[in-house]
């Protein structure tokens, strides 16, 4: 049989059942849980988590990481926001947008830039990047948050047919990414630089492509975020977005993605975004309190991902 | 001493041992032999912990033994040295030969003269001079090996298993690890080791046990064996012929390389090569063969010089633009730069032809599949299927799917460096007919090898390099490996 499908079968099911214990629990724990307003809360909240976390999956397979998500969805979210104000021409929708996603693209773009032509590390470059990106976040708006958005623009964060429009654009990006992972060429190459770089580049690959490709797109995911909850909050906020890039990270590892590079999936990550969403929403529908969440919530990871590599090994 | 009964190992549903049984006596040397993949790694591992078996048992001086971790079994007496040798190279010496039994002084506070005491009782009983005071960073791969065997001593190891202990190291280095052995021996230690030189079986061992594909096949005292029986053994089959007749060589220049320099490497090398045919580099190790090689593949780029692919000027920058032109090179350092190992058989093999697989960067399943099956078909490529991650293949499997990977594009040239480098006769003798294949399909060959008799008998004509440059080039079918080693030595 194949032995790297078992495993990744194993592992993804091993996070199902844990999904599936925790969602069990938490529906005869509370009565609110299993209800349909419930679970589209949840998936209104897992949305913007669930994009970064796609994005940052690109960049862990090359065995990179991206430090500067958090800061980079403020960024994005006050540009979007200023350009969203509506005028006496109307309601603007597509600029701001754009605007939001190419302020990701050159966030993500200046990382790979400096990681492959710069050859500076990857932690060192974001870790720049995270304070760079939220200074010039208060610079843009002013320290203030940037109200005044057009209702178009807010629509965003609205339901079409009753599914919430972030949700849409998640399952969007996901499925995108992981189709895109398994078929395309670029995606193998991907993998094939996260598992050995040097035999990436000696097999003909250009690896400083594949990495400028994964840190843009990853600031896309993030531009997209920022979007997505500026519409949601209705304002800009420079202050937003604190930790993100660490709850992204804690997703795409709990759904098996190796630090190192090389192994993982977007499959998984999704399972971790909704694990960790579920997480979250229990906590709060059992009315834990905020300081104990964050307890509880760290040890679940650390414990998912403990779990995971026992279970590997075997 | 140690005694195998029946062991059984698979590895996702291939087997690998097969009710191996083995009796190891006190104070012997006995070698394993077996081509890649008949599993002597395997059963190493199997009684030095790092595997359980599936099936069988094991004893050690008499009572069952089941080691569920290395630590266990090095407890029970037995310590096994790794191909890739593991030491801490920021450490010294001492540190790393009494690493985890360090003598203590109360508080547990390292007692540091004793380490270096006790580290050197140790060293100079394998006749060492090793300095326990020096860093490890600055030893040899020989040294290191000796370091190795001092730390297996000083935890009273009965038994020694090493895993091709001499690939590596030079001519002088090995006799150091035979006087070493030797003084084990003399101890009552033990010592089950790997090979691939067939002429050092014959010198160390007491007895010889040949694996082939997971079972045994024979063990018998070295004297009773002769070196064509033993590669039959091995290889389940007589070697009448290793290296195949050189091909026809046509008369049109495929490559040419002028004036070609690279500083510090090598300089003003110069050379062309045919359709069909072999040019065999040889040298002494940092001649500039692999340099050489490396520039022509685009690796690492030559500073000055020209190269000519057919009548198209060719200035490759990276390995990218050196295959796309059309040529292709299997590198010498096979885990460092050539396998992914965690990704399958499959994506190791396509990696550089995904190109022409995947029209508008969507991967053709249908194509890649019935490409990487034809080509594990094609090179005798022994995994369980082409999902099979690389890293769990055996180094000659490994090995045949590089060279696939690199044949995929078809390319005018092939660089092969090393291509049998730490692999057994089996494979050699498959890749050897494989060279003489590309030759047929017209395309040209520059071989990289450190084996004179491989490179001489594969090769049309001969490029010798020393310190860098061109010594000689001599028509291979006359050159004899007296008269290469004279030119590649250093005046």
Known sequence: ?314 | MLSLTRISKSFGGLPVLQEVSLEIAAGEVHALMGENGAGKSTLMKVAAGLHAPDGGTMRLKGSAFAPDSPHAALLAGVAMIHQELMPIPDMTVGENVLLGIEPCGPLGMVDRAQVLERARTLLAELESDLSPDAPMRSLSVGQTQVVEIAKALGRNADVLLMDEPTAALSDHEATALFRAIGRLKARGVAVVYTTHKMDEVFRLADRITVLRDGRHVITSPSGELDQERLIAHMVGRPMSEIFPARGKVAPEVVLSVRNLSRKGAFHDVSFHIRKGEVLGLAGLMGAGRTEVASAVAGLTPADSGEMRLGDREFRPATPHEALAAGVAMVTEDRKGMGIIPVLPVRENMTLSALESMSPGGLINRTAESAAVQEGMRAFGVRASGPEQPVGQLSGGNQQKVLIARALLNRPEVVVLDEPTRGIDVGAKAEIYSLVRRLTDEGRAVLLVSSELPEVIALSHRLLVLRQGKVAAELDAATASQEEVLRHAMPL
């Open chain 1, 1 to 314: 049989m194949n032995a790297r499908l078992d495993r990744s079968l194993l592992h993804r099911f091993g996070i199902l059942l844990v999904l599936l214990a925790v969602g069990l629990g938490l529906s005869v724990a509370t009565d609110s849980f299993l209800t349909v307003s419930n679970l589209t809360n949840v998936a209104r909240q897992v949305s913007i988590n669930g994009i970064l976390a796609v994005g940052v999956t690109f960049v862990l397979l090359t065995g990179g990481v991206d430090l500067s998500l958090g800061s980079v969805v403020a960024l994005s979210g006050v540009v979007c926001a200023t350009f969203a104000h509506p005028s006496p021409e109307g309601h603007p929708l597509f600029l701001p947008v754009a605007a939001g996603l190419l302020t990701g693209a050159a966030c993500g773009l200046v990382n790979g830039g400096l990681v492959t032509r710069g050859r500076v590390a990857p932690f060192i470059v974001t870790l720049g990047m995270m304070t760079v990106a939220r200074g010039l976040a208060l610079i843009v708006s002013g320290g203030r948050p940037v109200a005044d958005m057009s209702e178009r623009l807010t629509a965003l964060a609205g339901d079409v047919r009753g599914v919430p429009i972030p949700l849409l654009c998640f399952v969007a990006v996901a499925f995108i990414a992981w189709f895109f992972l398994k078929r395309f060429r670029l995606g193998r190459h991907v993998y094939a630089v996260g598992g050995n770089e040097q035999a990436a580049r000696a097999a003909g690959i250009s690896v400083g492509r594949v990495k400028l490709f994964v840190y843009a797109l990853c600031g896309v995911m993030a531009g997209l975020a920022g979007v997505v909850l500026a519409a949601r909050i209705t304002t800009g906020q420079p202050n937003a977005g604190v930790a993100y890039e660490l709850d992204a990270i804690a997703a795409v590892v709990i759904g098996g993605t190796s630090l190192s590079g090389g192994v993982g999936s977007v499959a998984g990550t999704v399972l971790g975004v909704i694990l960790i969403g579920v997480i979250n929403n229990g906590l709060d529908l059992m009315s834990v309190s905020s300081y104990y969440q964050q307890v509880v919530k760290g040890v679940i990871i650390v414990g998912a991902v403990w779990l995971d590599r026992r279970q590997a090994r075997a």
